[in-house]
């Protein structure tokens, strides 16, 4: 009995001191450090607004602004412990304010406005939305909550009602444009702790009258912004390419180097090559809150503007290269007849210093104005002509008589022909007993080049020697010499958008022909490869690239758009371009002389001669005019000037612009802009020396 009383005693002091432990702490807590952990309770409610950093901004070769940055205003959703009603009545609010003071605000909900119907888009250009269908049901939040990809959009949309839990004091429209808006806000992780930028660059009336009425938009806030300011709207369009709304395979690859789900990101050219250049480093605007409701401001961090960049083109250059595409593309659909240029829609030209392989102008045509892209896109992207691709450094094409130049040179350097070796055109190439192909001349006139050199050849196109040539070095030698000097490689420009093309050879053929017999390799496949028919593919730019490698003696460039980035704080040099030779060709003097004497016998007596005639600057240069499957064929122009002492390569592309001369204009015009100094003082010069030489009259 003794031994219970004691045991119990014992167990009465052991509750005893841990009441007390408790006690002491409890003191401690409440008491003693009672005034921080209070501070710390009361304040346990943080929000924190990003403060968007200024993108850097885009400068031409000259310092003349492309793209700068103007201060907008954007409305920013926070929960604030909102139910579903009020956050659908808000929503709603916000959303009818901003349309009636003709704002927008994110909604990529792909149903249409009552009667609901899909407005799924083809923007890969496959000829079908099924694949953006069906990848949006796979991406979709909501997956997992009933709405299935073999729903009707009407279903859709009664699904959502009953996720967001719109009753129905909302009418149809009201309830698309609140759906809408939580479904964009659901997509970029909207939460007690996340918010949500509804609309960027809204007015200064919709901001009054949310400033005004704080306890009608509950939740919503205003925030300073930076918007794209386009400095010449509608210029280098495709170049300089745009930004947009990071979507969901973007953050999961970016969300470590710190992007939101709200963040614009470089989509296209080189706001998207420049990405890691341009963005800057966001600040913070927060405010701590209380259980009770009142607010203190906490430091704010202050953001850091991104770097920006000094590209290589003119922009003046630009402007007018641009112009004359357009001019020429509907001059000749205008005034073409069937098969002869009256489907011509579209075309590229490029423009490159042959001496540091910048890039001075590159136009695509059809383009479109990017400061109204949001606007435009439904019509953009049904656009037949595709207004949106660059086909500058994205579009292939055959390069017909343009290849020429690269055939004599590689049957030259290879010692399949000399320079002063006469093959004389027969009208019809006979060597091979199943395949006979024809000289254009003989095909047009029944008659014949006769006997030429190789300068002559280049002169007259004559398809005759090329095929003779061909045959004699085969298709090895001209793949070897076509990449020397980079025909179906990338020129390195810095646009993600840029295809490399091909270059006609075997093994390519049997990548894109299907029946076994057809995708052998003939001795005709050949011959055609060496006048630039065949399955050769290359884009303007790496036309260009190559007529510069001409022009300066066989250096072949890296083709540069940037020329420096900058420091947006104080302006020092970040990073630097300089020229950068991909690869030295040693054609010998002699050969690159007969060469390019056969270009300028192009434009001097040639195929071109019409368009340079009396022209005050010496041009070289080579037609050409490429067939293709349907419709008239493609027109192209290849040239650099001064001849003796180049500066500048064009290459022009006019998708079904007929004949290779209707390509020289253009060219001609970006010369005219280039040289128009040094052209407008020989002008004056000759003009003087007339007035010199005519005879005095007076008495």
């Known amino acids: 009995m003794s031994i219970s009383r004691g045991r119990f005693f014992i167990l009465k002091l052991i509750t005893l001191g841990m009441l007390c432990a408790i006690g002491v702490k409890l003191f401690s807590l409440q008491i003693i450090e009672g005034k921080s952990y209070k501070d710390i309770a009361d304040n346990r409610i943080t929000t924190s607004i990003t403060e968007k950093a200024p ?27 909102m139910d579903s009603a009020e956050l659908n009545s808000v929503f709603e609010k916000t959303t009818a304010l901003i349309e009636r003071n003709g704002c927008e605000y994110y909604d990529t909900l792909p149903i249409s406005y009552p009667p609901y119907e899909y407005t799924f888009e083809d923007e890969n250009g496959d000829d079908s939305a099924e694949d953006e269908k069906n990848a949006w049901f796979d991406e979709n939040p909501y997956k997992n909550k009933g709405i299935e990809s073999d729903m009707s959009a009407e279903a859709v949309m009664q699904k959502l009602k009953e996720i967001y839990k719109l009753d129905n004091s909302y009418n149809e429209n009201q309830s698309r444009r609140v759906i809408g808006a939580r479904f964009e806000a659901e997509l970029r992780g909207f939460s007690s702790v996340t918010p949500y930028t509804l609309a960027e660059n809204v007015n200064v009336e919709i901001v009054t009258r949310i400033k005004e009425s704080k306890d009608e938009y509950k939740g919503v806030s205003i925030t300073n912004s930076y918007v794209r300011n386009f400095d010449k709207p509608g210029v280098a369009t495709q170049l300089l390419g ?7 395979e973007e953050y999961a690859e970016k969300k470590n180097e710190g992007y939101g789900m709200n963040d614009m990101i470089g989509k296209q050219g080189i706001e998207l090559w420049g990405e890691s250049y341009l963005r800057g480093t966001d600040g913070s605007l927060g405010s701590l809150k209380n259980v009770s409701g009142d607010s203190s401001a906490i430091e704010n961090v202050e953001p850091i503007p991104g770097n920006y960049l000094v590209l290589t083109i003119d922009s003046e250059l630009q402007e007018h290269t641009e112009k004359s595409l ?8 205008a005034s073409g007849m069937k098969n002869k240029g009256a489907d011509c829609d579209a075309g590229a030209a490029v423009c490159i210093d042959v001496k540091t392989g910048d890039l001075l102008a590159c136009a695509s045509y059809p383009s479109y104005d990017m400061s109204r892209f949001d606007e435009d896109y439904s019509k953009l992207i049904k656009d037949e002509r595709k207004p949106m691709w660059n086909r500058a450094v994205s579009g292939t094409y055959s390069p017909g008589s343009t290849f020429k130049p690269l055939s004599a040179i590689a049957a030259l350097q290879s010692n399949n022909v000399t320079v002063d070796e006469i093959i004389v055109d027969e009208g019809v190439y006979r060597y091979y ?3 006979q192909p024809a000289c254009w001349i003989w095909n047009g006139y029944h008659t014949t080049h006769g006997p030429v050199n190789v300068s002559q050849a280049l002169e ?19 793949g070897e010499y076509a990449a020397k000097f980079g025909l179906g490689q990338k020129t390195g420009v810095e646009l993600y958008e840029e295809t490399a093309g091909h270059m006609a050879s075997p093994e390519y053929k049997k990548q894109v022909v299907e029946t076994i017999t057809d995708s052998s390799w003939f001795d005709g496949d050949t011959l055609q490869a060496a006048i630039g028919q065949s399955y050769s593919l290359f884009t303007p730019i790496q036309l260009a690239n190559y007529t510069a490698t001409i022009a300066n003696g066989g250096t072949r460039h890296k083709v540069n758009l940037v020329k420096s980035i900058r420091s947006s704080v104080d302006g020092s040099i970040v990073k630097e371009f300089t020229p950068q030779t991909i690869e030295q060709i040693n054609v010998g003097d002699k050969i690159l002389n007969a060469v390019k004497e056969g270009m300028r016998k192009v434009t001097d007596e040639g195929s071109a001669s019409n368009i340079f005639q009396g022209y005050s600057i010496a041009v070289g240069g080579k037609t050409g ?3 293709i499957g349907s419709g008239s064929d493609n027109a192209l122009f290849i040239a650099y000037a001064p001849f003796d002492n180049p500066q500048i390569a064009v290459a022009v592309v006019l998708e079904h612009g007929s004949a290779g001369t209707n390509a020289a204009y253009v060219a001609r015009d970006i010369f005219d802009k280039y040289f128009e100094k040094e052209i407008a003082g020989i002008q004056a010069q000759q003009t003087q020396e007339a007035q010199e030489t005519q005879p005095n009259t007076e008495g």
């Open 625 to 627: 005019t490429a067939q």
């Open 460 to 478: 007259n196109s004559c398809n005759y020697f090329f095929y003779e040539v061909g045959r004699r070095m085969g298709i090895d030698t001209l």
């Open 242 to 248: 745009r930004i947009g709304r990071i979507n969901a």
């Open 55 to 81: 993108r850097g901004a885009i400068y031409d070769r000259y310092g003349v602004p492309l793209i700068t940055n103007k201060v907008g205003y954007s409305i920013v959703m926070q929960r604030a412990g």
């Open 433 to 435: 007993p199943d395949y």
């Open 326 to 333: 357009e001019n020429a593309v509907n001059s000749i659909s």
